[in-house]
């Protein structure tokens, strides 16, 4: 009985750390190594990074209490997003959200509705009470490892996007997720794109999203 634990899915992290050991190893086959790693943990996803802008120094500024309240308030405000579209969350690192969507279509109508959810929470509220929210998305194949972590190029450029990019209200995506969402029936009714000049590292370019709010 204790062998069918080494090929579950939880066996995941276990699995990968082996096959990165053997690559290690002098004379390894590394090609055949790789193949064997994406042929069990690649897959195609949209990725999705959010961010709050303005949170360290608020932080600094009001305090932790202050900082387990806007985290604990943007969570319950965009997790019921994400799960209205099929998300999963990955991760949740501070103020930041790592989510992967089977669509890109899904992952972009997704952020636009968490961007008019923000909205609506932060009307009538103080500005030291608002959420600001950035996101950022990236679309093409990963490695997924278990339900505990992503990798990936799309994943470095969503990240980048939604992390350091995006400003308030922003939604940034690279190229290969807009090229699948144009392929999946395009953008939404209202919806138009811009091109960045900056470009994010593991993508070729990356767009802007503007949408009526």
């Known amino acids: 009985m204790p062998y069918v634990y080494q090929v579950v899915?939880?066996?995941?992290?276990?699995?990968?750390?082996?096959?990165?050991?053997?690559?290690?190893?002098?004379?390894?086959?590394?090609?055949q190594i790789d193949t064997r790693i994406w042929d069990l943990f690649g897959e195609?996803?949209?990725?999705?990074?959010?961010?709050?802008?303005?949170?360290?120094?608020r932080v600094a500024e009001f305090g932790i209490i202050h900082f387990l309240q806007t985290i604990f308030e943007s969570q319950r405000v965009l997790v019921p997003?994400?799960?209205?579209?099929?998300?999963?969350?990955?991760?949740?690192e501070g103020d930041s959200l790592m989510v992967i969507f089977r669509s890109?279509?899904?992952?972009?109508?997704?952020?636009?509705?968490?961007q008019r959810c923000v909205k609506e929470y932060n009307q009538g509220r103080e500005e030291t009470e608002q959420i600001l929210l950035?996101?950022?998305?990236?679309?093409?194949?990963?490695l997924r490892i278990g339900d505990h972590d992503v990798f990936g190029a799309e994943v470095n450029a969503a990240s980048k996007l939604g992390e350091d990019m995006a400003t308030s209200w922003e939604v940034l995506l690279t190229a290969d997720a807009l090229e699948e969402i144009c392929r999946l029936g395009g953008l939404?009714?209202?919806?138009?794109?811009?091109?960045?000049?900056?470009v994010p590292s593991g993508a070729q370019s990356a767009y802007r999203v503007f949408y009526p709010l």
Not at 9 to 31: F, M, V
Not at 188 to 198: F, I
């Open 134 to 142: 950035c996101v950022g998305l990236g679309y093409g194949r990963i």
């Open 9 to 31: 899915t939880n066996a995941s992290q276990d699995r990968l750390e082996k096959l990165i050991q053997e690559r290690l190893q002098p004379g390894a086959d590394k090609a």
């Open 188 to 198: 939404p009714a209202g919806v138009t794109v811009g091109q960045l000049e900056q």
């Open 44 to 57: 195609q996803w949209a990725v999705m990074f959010t961010d709050l802008t303005g949170f360290s120094r």
């Open 81 to 92: 997003c994400i799960e209205r579209f099929d998300g999963i969350l990955v991760k949740s």
């Open 104 to 114: 890109a279509q899904k992952a972009l109508d997704c952020s636009l509705e968490m």
